[in-house]
């Protein structure tokens, strides 16, 4: 039971900086454009 608890909490913290990862590249292309547009 604690190994299915500790793999939950891996995949979930790794999901979680994927998220974080995806967000971080989408503002930078965000930021970008509008640095662009200027």
């Not at 790794?14 to 970008?32: C, R």
Request: proline content about 0%.
């Amino acid at each position: 039971m604690k190994a299915a608890i500790d793999w939950a909490l891996v995949k979930g913290i790794s999901d979680i900086q994927s998220i974080i990862t995806t967000a971080k590249k989408k503002f930078k292309e965000k930021e970008k454009d509008s640095a662009e547009k200027k």
